[in-house]
């Protein structure tokens, strides 16, 4: 799920699913650049650990 969620976001997928898709809006498109991934990759790991620490008892 976490890598098709990057891959899903830019803006090739969105012109091959097709621009009158419903759901498939202009504002949901990002194309992802090293420094934002390594962010995003950052912060949702960050709240993995987050939600584990709690569970591990």
């Known amino acids: 799920g976490f ?4 891959i899903a976001m ?3 997928t ?3 699913i097709g621009e009158d898709n419903p759901g498939n809006r ?4 990002k194309n ?5 991934m390594i ?7 960050f ?3 987050l ?3 709690p569970l591990r008892k």
């Open 26 to 29: 202009v504002e949901d498109i």
């Open 32 to 36: 992802p650049s090293l420094g934002w």
């Open 39 to 45: 962010g995003f990759m950052c912060v949702v790991s």
């Open 14 to 16: 969105y012109e091959l």
């Open 3 to 6: 890598g098709s969620y990057l």
């Open 51 to 53: 939600s584990l620490v």
């Open 47 to 49: 709240l993995g650990l």
């Open 10 to 12: 830019d803006r090739r």
